[in-house]
């Protein structure tokens, strides 16, 4: 079974652009689950999409936002790029069923922003 | 809010050793999970064990074990037998029940040395 897939790899893009990051989930996950990963903040947790719609937010500006397909997977969106967005992002999938499944990581789309 | 800690930000063993990461956490909340993800360099986090919140034995897999004290709402990692594969950051996480959002510690590097 294929793993979760996340394209593209490595981005570069100027401040004041916006770009799309994709996640491509497990097989059979409904929920795909977003985190930011800097080294002065740690994992912060963006959004969770299941079935197509979003069910638990972060807490971060509205400049991020995703969506999630009918297939599962989901896009993440950053308009109006800061310095500060240079992170590693990280999608993550799950069955998504009530109680806990496992999330799976994706390897991360590296995003630097100058 | 919930909060998750990890006060050493870095660790080292000798291979074939026992080491020791903490954790502590902060929730008001009485029904939760806790997780010890790892994440080697350059690849993708994966999951090293899980503890449900309402389980009083503490979990083990193969080498790793927790010891979960969950009225000092402390859940420690213990590497038995170290490898150098173990070498990694190690995150401390949490999730309420229901719920894909994970909530993140700051992470130990642990390094494994020959």
Known sequence: ?114 | AQTVTQSQPEMSVQEAETVTLSCTYDTSENNYYLFWYKQPPSRQMILVIRQEAYKQQNATENRFSVNFQKAAKSFSLKISDSQLGDTAMYFCAFTLVNTDKLIFGTGTRLQVFP
């Not at chain 1, 990051?21 to 985190?35: A, E």
């Not at chain 1, 310095?83 to 109680?99: E, F, H, I, K, N």
């Not at chain 1, 990581?105 to 995003?111: I, N, V």
């Open chain 1, 1 to 114: 079974k294929a793993g979760v897939t996340q394209t593209p790899r490595y981005l570069i893009k100027t401040r004041g652009q916006q770009v799309t990051l994709s996640c491509s989930p497990i097989s059979g996950h409904r929920s795909v689950s977003w985190y930011q990963q800097t080294p002065g903040q740690g994992l912060q947790f963006l959004f969770e999409y299941f079935s197509e719609t979003q069910r638990n937010k972060g807490n971060f500006p509205g400049r991020f936002s995703g969506r999630q397909f009918s297939n599962s997977r989901s896009e993440m969106n950053v308009s109006t790029l800061e310095l500060g967005d240079s992170a590693l992002y990280l999608c993550a999938s799950s069955l998504g069923d009530r109680g806990w499944d496992e999330q799976y990581f994706g390897p991360g789309t590296r995003l630097t922003v100058t």
